[in-house]
């Protein structure tokens, strides 16, 4: 059966995919970044904060410039080998940008530059996802808030939706078992997130460490091994960073409803959708048509 002209594929989801110009913007941005400092430095980041990095950038703003965003994108605006890098030896450089890695371009020195970004580590709530780095068990018992006091007992229900085995006693919070908000070396879970939230377990720490850097003149140095570390987001996009995010397969939308066909298809959904809730009601009843002729006797 030949294909229909009018079918079009329509993508379900909210985000617009990065199109061919911005990634050319991204690229330009670059490399003329490259003309204006006298160094670039590419640095791996864990658990980003937004509002702490914009101070960092802020405050670095008349000497610095920084780029996070498709690691790829900007690997080819440093130049992937030797036929195409943009300086001499920045195509060493370009190796290091993967996983949560971003680079800046400054006129100051490494020392400097470390220094501005250790006063901006903060520590904050772990998210969905993150390695944990420690076991935080609550005993059983009468149940405490962060400040060591009773927790209110409003939010009982909330920690009962958790998962946490609780009841009320004369106004109390009592936990029937001990319970373990999250494991060490395990992934945190969406519960387990709000609970550390509730009890003000800050287990994250947005830092940023530098793994190597360029000079003008083509001088390369390395600081520290490229490897990845355990952060709660991903630089690449890559699908595995949803893989312990706690939603089951069962709750995902089907493969082939990601992308239907608008015309035909649409229309078969549409009517398969009002058969099924027609099935689940029993077949729709006719109205009586009023009697000729006046009232009906």
């Not at 920084?66 to 300086?87: C, I, T, W, Y």
Request: net charge neutral; charged share 30%; aromatic share 6%.
């Amino acid at each position: 059966m030949p294909k229909s002209r009018r079918d079009k594929v329509i993508a379900l989801t909210q985000t617009k995919k990065k199109d061919r110009e911005w990634k050319g913007g991204l690229i330009e941005q670059i490399r003329e970044a490259l003309e204006q400092y006298q160094s670039v430095f590419v640095f791996r980041c864990a658990n980003l904060r937004n509002n702490a990095f914009k101070e960092l950038k802020a405050t670095l703003a008349d000497s610095s410039r920084f780029f996070m965003g498709s690691n790829k994108v900007m690997q080819v605006a440093l130049g992937k080998g030797p036929e195409d890098e943009q300086r001499d030896g920045l195509h060493k450089l370009a190796e290091h940008v993967r996983g949560h890695a971003g680079v800046v371009f400054t006129n100051l020195t490494k020392e400097d530059v470390e220094s501005a970004m250790a006063k901006y580590e903060v520590s904050d709530y772990a998210r969905t996802g993150t390695v944990s780095r420690e076991t935080i068990v609550v005993e059983k018992g009468p149940v405490h808030g962060p400040h060591g006091g009773l927790m209110e007992h409003t939010m009982e229900p909330t920690l009962r939706k958790n998962g946490m085995p609780t009841k009320l006693n004369r106004g109390v919070i009592e936990l029937l078992a001990d319970h373990a908000l999250c494991k060490e070396g395990e992934h945190i879970s969406p519960q387990g997130a709000i609970l550390l939230r509730l009890f003000g377990h800050e287990l994250a720490t947005f830092k940023m460490d530098l793994l190597c850097g360029w000079h003008d003149g083509g001088d390369f140095e390395v600081y520290e091994d490229a490897e990845d570390v355990d952060g709660d987001e991903s630089m690449d996009g890559d699908d595995d960073r949803f893989k312990n995010d706690g939603i089951s397969s069962s709750m995902m939308l089907p493969t082939e409803l990601m992308h239907v066909e608008s015309g035909a298809a649409v229309a078969k959904l549409a009517r398969g959708k009002d058969e099924g809730s027609q099935g689940a009601r029993g077949p729709a009843r006719k109205a009586k048509k009023p009697a000729k002729g006046g009232r009906g006797r």
